[in-house]
């Protein structure tokens, strides 16, 4: 329903023109169809500063960029299916299950019809009914043209309850999971999703789920409430511990997660065409949706690895074609949304709020946040109210993080967040040394592992056309951005971003050397609107930074002061007479709330500086070219 408002608001979104139209085609688990897998072979490419040929206009010679839209899943005729079903109130395990008369009663005959089944097969469950145990999918025969398909029937979803490990196992590909309630407080996953055989797990679908109390202590009765008060300070108001002990407190403890073990010897395993869409995850001890893979650190490749994208012949093996769209995560104790190591990945239309509620001491937790990913489009999200208490670091509301590159972050959402409206976050450090086969290189002298210079590969990132508002929650955050170690070339155009009333000592942008590890290069901001409410002191710190360029940009009610405590930092032609008109509402829930921030100043639309390169659309879906605007909106 908030998507739908949004869209109401900005029917322009639904022209096919558009590069990110949601083309996923979600909301067809009520008719059991899914449509067609395919993907634009369209690429993107630009190059840092400013932008070079995305797509080619008559405008002056500006480019626009377009993006791929999202793969969709393919339309599945059931007519020739074999279809049980199960009832756990009128039930019974020795009826034949083949009708609604006639219903199975058990979690144990399911896995029992599916171990062994041939392609063509339909396992549901009453909705209503609530199913004690576990259950796992295994040992199935299925196909793209006829997944295997596990969902409810009748009215509301059917419940699965466990109470160890993971409530819904699948250990194989083309399979759809739709409709159901999943609950697991003493296990470690809602719905965990394995790549079960060597090479290519593919075509998996989770849609319409309803997962929470997750690695979540039951017994505690304090409900979701105590974590809405205020901005942090959950340790003043619940034992986070008693909720989820710190050896559950793991981002593998998360309500879907996707995982692809090393295989077998040198054999690789990995997802390619996954969805993951419109699911509701709520109370999770850690994480909401996790993707990853032992392959790629066992390889020295990815997290904990090189942090180099190589080919598959260098032994990396991303999830590819993943799609992360129209999921609601709420309430979870760390991470809401994180893609490890994927490759071509669109996170879209998500909402996740009050991550990281029950952070700990050693741990860094943010909304939203790809990691060692490449070629990922994140936009139409909103993150907002992450905390940032009981010793956890970080608490932004998006993050892109160590080993990224090729990242598109446009048209998002990200308010309230106590760490900071978005990290961008790299390292530079010794990394083991691997052959082309994967196995250690060795130092013959020393009898130690070789090692080498890896700054993490973190390159070219652009943010446009995004919303921020009142994001940090103290002076080391910022309002903007947190920039870390070792980051080279993001592009950050036509952003507003809406600073904190009454906060001082905050800053609109903050820079740090993590771990002495390298200064950050190539940053680009143009055509910002930076907006303080009510006058406060505020800096720009970029102080570990080096061949950045600031151009163009509104700022509007900051002291006199606020240029000459910059380090020497100057703004080519910034814009300081100009208000641009913005509000912050108070209630700034939902993503349709961003509309609000649009300026009502009508020349902001027209003093923007011309670039090579542009979104063809700005965040209210309007299409943009030819027009020279600052922030967001362009009319």
């Given at each position: 329903m908030k998507k739908l408002l949004y869209w109401l608001?900005?029917?322009?979104?639904?022209?096919?023109?558009?590069?990110?139209?949601?083309?996923?085609?979600g909301g067809n688990s009520a008719s059991e169809k899914e449509?067609?897998?395919?993907t634009t072979s369209e690429t993107v490419s630009e190059t840092i500063?400013?932008?070079?040929?995305?797509?080619?206009?008559?405008?002056?010679?500006?480019?626009?960029?377009?993006?791929?839209?999202?793969?969709?899943?393919?339309?599945?005729?059931?007519?020739?299916?074999?279809?049980?079903?199960?009832?756990?109130?009128?039930?019974?395990?020795?009826?034949?299950?083949?009708?609604?008369?006639?219903?199975?009663?058990?979690?144990?005959?399911?896995?029992?019809?599916?171990?062994?089944?041939?392609?063509?097969?339909?396992?549901?469950?009453?909705?209503?009914?609530?199913?004690?145990?576990?259950?796992?999918l295994r040992n199935f025969v299925s196909s793209k043209e006829k997944p295997l398909y596990v969902g409810s029937y009748g009215d509301g979803r059917a419940i699965i309850s466990a109470d160890a490990g993971a409530a819904v196992s699948l250990l194989g590909d083309n399979a759809r999971i739709f409709d159901l309630e999943i609950k697991n407080p003493k296990g470690s996953q809602g719905v965990r999703v394995e790549a079960a055989k060597n090479g290519v797990s593919e075509n998996v679908v989770v849609e319409n789920c309803y997962v929470h109390e997750v690695g979540w202590n039951w017994e505690y009765d304090f409900g979701v409430e105590a974590f809405a008060?205020?901005?942090?300070?959950?340790?003043?108001?619940?034992?986070?511990?008693?909720?989820?002990?710190?050896?559950?407190?793991?981002?593998?403890?998360?309500?879907?997660?996707?995982?692809?073990?090393?295989?077998?010897?040198?054999?690789?395993?990995?997802?390619?065409?996954v969805w993951v869409m419109n699911n509701k995850i709520t109370e999770t001890g850690r994480a909401g949706i996790i993707f990853d893979s032992s392959w790629q650190s066992g390889n020295g490749c990815g997290w904990g690895g090189v942090n180099k994208y190589r080919s598959m012949d260098d032994g990396w093996y991303p999830p590819e074609?993943?799609?992360?769209?129209?999921?609601?995560?709420?309430?979870?104790?760390?991470?809401?949304?994180?893609?490890?190591?994927?490759?071509?990945?669109?996170?879209?239309?998500?909402?996740?709020?009050?991550?990281?509620?029950?952070?700990?001491?050693?741990?860094?937790?943010?909304?939203?946040?790809?990691?060692?990913?490449?070629r990922v489009y994140i936009q139409y999200n909103e993150a907002g109210y992450t905390h940032l208490d009981n010793g956890c670091t970080d608490g932004e509301g998006f993050d892109i993080d160590i080993g990224c590159s090729e990242i598109y972050f446009r048209y998002n959402?990200?308010?309230?967040?106590?760490?900071?409206?978005?990290?961008?976050?790299?390292?530079?450090?010794?990394?083991?040394?691997?052959?082309?086969?994967?196995?250690?290189?060795?130092?013959?002298?020393?009898?130690?592992?070789?090692?080498?210079?890896?700054?993490?590969?973190?390159?070219?990132?652009?943010?446009?056309?995004?919303?921020?508002?009142?994001?940090?929650?103290?002076?080391?955050?910022?309002?903007?951005?947190v920039v870390s170690s070792d980051c080279y070339n993001a592009v950050c155009e036509n952003n507003i971003v809406v600073m904190k009333k009454g906060m001082f000592s905050q800053n609109l942008i903050t820079t740090a050397d993590w771990g002495k590890s390298g200064k950050q290069k190539g940053f680009v901001f143009r055509n910002n609107i930076f907006y303080s409410i009510g006058e406060q002191y505020s800096q720009i710190d970029m102080s570990y930074s080096e061949d950045y360029v600031f151009e163009n940009n509104l700022y509007w009610n900051f002291p006199e002061s606020f240029f000459d405590e910059w380090n020497g930092i100057t703004d080519a032609s910034a814009i300081l007479d100009l208000n641009p008109g913005i509000t912050l509402p108070k209630d700034r829930n939902d993503y349709s709330v961003a509309a609000a921030f649009r300026p009502t100043n009508a020349e902001v639309f027209s003093k923007g500086k011309k670039l090579l390169s542009l979104n063809r659309y700005d965040f209210a879906g309007v299409k943009a070219e030819g027009k020279n605007y600052l922030g967001a909106f362009c009319a």
């Open positions: 608001m900005t029917v322009v979104l639904a022209t096919t023109s558009l590069a990110c139209s949601v083309s996923c085609g449509q067609e897998s395919e500063p400013g932008g070079d040929s995305s797509s080619s206009s008559g405008d002056d010679n500006v480019t626009y960029v377009d993006v791929p839209s999202a793969p969709v899943y393919a339309e599945i005729d059931y007519g020739g299916y074999t279809t049980y079903y199960f009832d756990s109130v009128s039930g019974d395990d020795g009826n034949d299950g083949m009708s609604e008369a006639t219903p199975k009663k058990t979690l144990a005959a399911a896995e029992a019809a599916v171990d062994g089944a041939t392609e063509g097969l339909r396992i549901l469950f009453k909705g209503g009914s609530v199913f004690e145990g576990r259950l796992t008060k205020g901005e942090g300070n959950t340790k003043d108001i619940v034992d986070v511990k008693k909720v989820c002990p710190d050896k559950s407190y793991h981002y593998s403890t998360c309500g879907i997660y996707f995982v692809a073990p090393k295989g077998d010897g040198q054999n690789y395993r990995m997802f390619r065409n074609f993943v799609v992360i769209s129209g999921n609601d995560v709420s309430y979870v104790g760390g991470d809401g949304i994180v893609p490890i190591g994927v490759q071509d990945c669109w996170i879209e239309h998500n909402t996740v709020i009050h991550s990281a509620i029950l952070g700990r001491a050693g741990n860094a937790c943010a909304g939203i946040w790809p990691v060692n990913a490449r959402y990200s308010h309230d967040n106590a760490g900071g409206g978005l990290l961008l976050c790299n390292i530079h450090s010794q990394m083991p040394l691997y052959d082309e086969n994967g196995r250690p290189v060795m130092d013959e002298e020393t009898g130690r592992q070789k090692t080498f210079e890896d700054r993490g590969y973190w390159d070219k990132v652009y943010i446009r056309n995004n919303v921020f508002a009142n994001n940090g929650a103290s002076g080391t955050n910022a309002a903007f951005l």
